[in-house]
């Protein structure tokens, strides 16, 4: 069942989103929760006390935490929800790339545009349950969703695949490129080739400069200088596409 989060302080248009999600959800016939918050710190508050919601619909103007300032809030702690944000100008794009928002609607929320992104971001969560890697170990075969890798990483003749929660996976030795163990990811737009040997996940990218790169959860990792330009360039392009959604 899905957990949906609305966040708007103001009441008539909060009942109107709300109202057509419901709608949305008795036509498509999908199972979900859904709550209703009129400020930043509620949500942040249930989110800490509840646990994570999947999809998070926020106003980007609202007194006391502004919806820019509530993503952040609430990247740090959760790292996959999928952000909508509500907004009369589509001048914060930039800003958004700090929460990696998955889209904004502009206001007044119109029923056609809002089941649209409803259908791409219904089929974005239940792609990433499923979307998964089989990855031969020494000792066994180990299933890594996508969702849970950070980047991979050729080290001697072994694939490592570094995952969110710190921990890792290495490959029995490969008989074949690193190219080929990882193509599988690389026919998901979230993963780029940084190249020969290492792979990330854009949608977990925070930062890029000039060294490396910035992963969710604050991990930095340092890269060749000639891999970072091309690396940058990749991860707006997949943001400024409408990364997430795919």
Same mark, same amino acid.
């Given at each position: 069942m899905l957990r949906i989060a609305i966040c708007e302080d103001e009441a008539a248009q909060r009942q109107q989103v709300s109202g057509l999600v419901n709608d949305y959800l008795s036509t498509r016939g999908i199972a979900a929760r859904m709550r209703l918050f009129d400020r930043g710190q509620a949500l942040v508050d249930a989110v800490a006390g509840e646990?994570?919601?999947?999809?998070? $619909?926020?106003?980007?103007?609202?007194?006391?935490?502004?919806? $820019?300032?509530?993503?952040?809030?609430?990247?740090?702690?959760?790292? /996959?929800?999928?952000?909508?944000? @509500?907004?009369?100008?589509?001048?914060?794009?930039?800003?958004?790339?700090?929460?990696?928002?998955?889209?904004?609607?502009l206001k007044p929320v119109r029923q056609q545009e809002l089941f649209a992104m409803l259908d791409e971001a219904v089929g974005r969560l239940h792609r990433s349950i499923e979307a998964s890697l089989q990855v031969r170990t020494r000792g066994s075969t180990v299933r890594i969703r996508f969702d849970d890798l950070l980047y991979a990483e050729l080290q001697g003749r072994i694939a490592r695949y570094n995952l969110r929660d710190g921990s890792f996976v290495e490959s029995m030795t490969l008989s074949g490129s690193f190219r080929?163990?990882?193509?599988? @990811?690389?026919?998901?737009?979230?993963?780029? @080739?940084?190249?020969?040997?290492?792979?990330? /996940?854009?949608?977990?990218?925070?930062?890029?400069?000039?060294?490396?790169?910035?992963?969710?959860?604050?991990?930095?990792?340092?890269?060749?200088?000639?891999?970072?330009?091309?690396?940058?360039?990749?991860?707006s392009d997949y943001w400024l596409e409408g990364g997430g959604k795919a």
């Open positions: 646990g994570p919601f999947d999809l998070y $619909i926020l106003d980007i103007v609202m007194p006391e935490m502004s919806g $820019i300032e509530l993503g952040r809030a609430l990247r740090g702690s959760d790292q /996959n929800g999928l952000v909508v944000y @509500l907004t009369s100008s589509p001048d914060f794009a930039l800003e958004s790339y700090q929460v990696r928002a998955f889209h904004y609607l080929e163990a990882v193509a599988p @990811l690389l026919q998901d737009e979230r993963f780029v @080739l940084c190249g020969a040997s290492f792979l990330v /996940n854009l949608y977990h990218i925070e930062m890029v400069d000039r060294a490396g790169m910035r992963l969710a959860g604050g991990r930095y990792v340092a890269l060749p200088k000639a891999s970072c330009s091309a690396l940058r360039a990749a991860w």
